[in-house]
Every structure is written in structure tokens, then in C-alpha cells.
């Protein structure tokens, strides 16, 4: 399995988005004046996913790169020194996180996830997570920008005993980025095969999710098309009812992949805030999720 390359600028610009190098180069003059964000890491490719996620707003894609890097290096479950270690290997043995081929009906990537091993004491929430995240960032930047990304999690195999093992504040941490700070806009998350006990599902999780992720919610029950609404069944894998590669072989295709591709995650490592060095004083947690857990505070930007 071969190395990732991040995808040719001429590639991107040639996507007709809207952006010029004159944004770009814009983008990068104001981020190297920030002393505390690590522009030196920072790709142009990186500049050109925030500023197309903002809708060009050169203001609001200021914001979102200063909370996406802030969030990277406050939200230790899900990034803290990320490598394709062990924890990532073992995760990969009991969950697996597809890009699949085939986009939405409206254009979007569609990250497809499921249990490969039903077992619940092998499911770790928080390295799934870490997982789920580092398989985004590994197509993104083979890929470039998306109009959008959709989530489909296949709830296949899983019992009551998973939820006992979801942990509030990799929960918390995963639903306020999945949100707030990618580089991407999420377009929608859908649920495959719900379980009876959905509705346990959705007590946990709601807490965590705004009005706007609610209405983009899909919850499709075993053995329904509702998913054709959105995505052809034939996107899913070959043994979850569509066409795709079988899902032994998307397993194995995925763990090769992130380890040819482990020198890519020891490098973004670099991309984390320096607090000590940001202007005015250093933003903590509290500053994210206020006094009261589970709120939603933004960061201001100048």
C-alpha cells in the first residue's frame, strides 16, 4: 500500500470553487501573524479546506482555523499524539471506518462505519474515535475538498454492553468537533440497521448535539431502503447489501493503508496550538465548555 500524497493544488484550485491563490495567500499572511498557531506546519492545502468549509469568508475561516488547531490540542481523547500504534491496530480489529467510492446523491463523501467484532469488551470508544477521525484526515488530504460529508454508522451488532462503554467526555469532545471544527461541513448522519433500543441510543447522544445535526439525522430500521433516499445501496459493502469490496477486505485494505501511511500522523502531531505564546491569555477547556458540561462556547477571534 502505497503513501499518501496531499493532493496537487492545481488539482484543487481546478475544482472551480471559487478560491484564488490571491485568498490563500491572504489567509497565510494573517495566519502568520499569530504567534501561537503552527503556520509552518499549516498547508496551503489546509488553508484552502477551511476557507471552502467557510463559504469564503475570510473571517470565518480565521475563526475555524484558530478553534480546528485549538480544539486538536485541548481535545486530548481524539488527538493527543496520534500514531498507528497498537491502540489504533487493535481499534481497527473491532471497528471499521470506510471512505466509500460512491458520494450521496448530492455530492458529498460518505464515511461508513461498523463493528467488525461484536465482542463488547473489546470496544474502546475513545481509540474508535481517534480512528474514525484519522481515516477523514488521511482522505482528505489525498482527496482535497468535499461539497460535504455525510457519516453512515451501521448499527449491525451492536448491544446494550456498547453503550456501557461510551465515556462522557470522549462523547462530549467528539460531538463539539465533529460540529464546531472540522474542515469540512457535515451534511448529514445516519443510523443503518437501528436496534430496538435506538431510543437509548438517542438519549445518550442528544445531549451532545445541536438542532441543526438533529435535523440531518436519518435513522433507517433493518431491512429498509430509506438509505436509497440519500446514497444507492450499492455503495455499502458487499456483505452489508450492496456492491462495494466485502468488509474482510475493507478491513484489511484500511489497516494497510494507515500503516504505509504512519509518518503522515507523526507530522500532523506538529500541528497543535502553543497557548503560552497567544495573545491576550492561553484558552482552556472551561473557555470551550463553560462551567456547565456539555455547553457550546465559541472562541473569539480578533
Keep these: 500500500m502505497s503513501v499518501v500524497e496531499e493532493l496537487p493544488l492545481q488539482q484543487e484550485y481546478a475544482k472551480k470553487t471559487g478560491i484564488s491563490e490571491e485568498d490563500i495567500a491572504k489567509l497565510r499572511a494573517w495566519l502568520a501573524a499569530q504567534p501561537h498557531l503552527p503556520s509552518e506546519h499549516i498547508s496551503d492545502l489546509d488553508l484552502i479546506l477551511t476557507f471552502h468549509c467557510c463559504g469564503r469568508s475570510a473571517q470565518r475561516a480565521k475563526q475555524l482555523l484558530d478553534l480546528h488547531y485549538t480544539l486538536r490540542t485541548l481535545f486530548t481523547h481524539l488527538f493527543k499524539d496520534r500514531q498507528v500504534d497498537d491502540a489504533i491496530l487493535s481499534a481497527m480489529d473491532c471497528v471499521l471506518w470506510l471512505p ?3 458520494r450521496s446523491h448530492d455530492g458529498c463523501k460518505v464515511i461508513y462505519g461498523r463493528l467488525v467484532d461484536y465482542e463488547p469488551k473489546k470496544f474502546n470508544f475513545s481509540d474508535d474515535c481517534r480512528l474514525a477521525f484519522m481515516v477523514m484526515d488521511l482522505w482528505q488530504r489525498a482527496e ?15 448491544a446494550l454492553a456498547h453503550l456501557t462503554r461510551l465515556d462522557y467526555h470522549t462523547l462530549q469532545e467528539f460531538f463539539y468537533y465533529l460540529q464546531e471544527a472540522m474542515l469540512v461541513n457535515l451534511k448529514g448522519i445516519h443510523f443503518l440497521n437501528a436496534p430496538s433500543f435506538m431510543d437509548k441510543v438517542l438519549f445518550i447522544i ?5 438542532k441543526h445535526l438533529l435535523d440531518m439525522m436519518g435513522i433507517h430500521q433493518p431491512g429498509s431502503r430509506t438509505l436509497e433516499k440519500y446514497l444507492p445501496m450499492e ?26 501511511n504512519r509518518d503522515y500522523f507523526s507530522q500532523e502531531n506538529l500541528k497543535r496550538v502553543t497557548e503560552a505564546r ?3 491569555r492561553p484558552t482552556t477547556i472551561a473557555d470551550i465548555f463553560g462551567g456547565v458540561e456539555g455547553s457550546f462556547k465559541k472562541l473569539e477571534i480578533d
Design 206 to 210: 442528544r445531549p451532545f448535539m445541536k
Design 278 to 280: 497567544r495573545p491576550g
Design 100 to 102: 466509500l467510492e460512491t
Design 235 to 260: 455503495a455499502l459493502p458487499s456483505d452489508c447489501g450492496g456492491k462495494y469490496m466485502a468488509v474482510d477486505d475493507a478491513k484489511a485494505m484500511m489497516r494497510a493503508k494507515l500503516l504505509a
Design 144 to 158: 482535497g475538498s468535499w461539497p460535504g460529508l455525510v457519516l453512515l454508522v451501521d448499527m449491525q451488532g451492536v
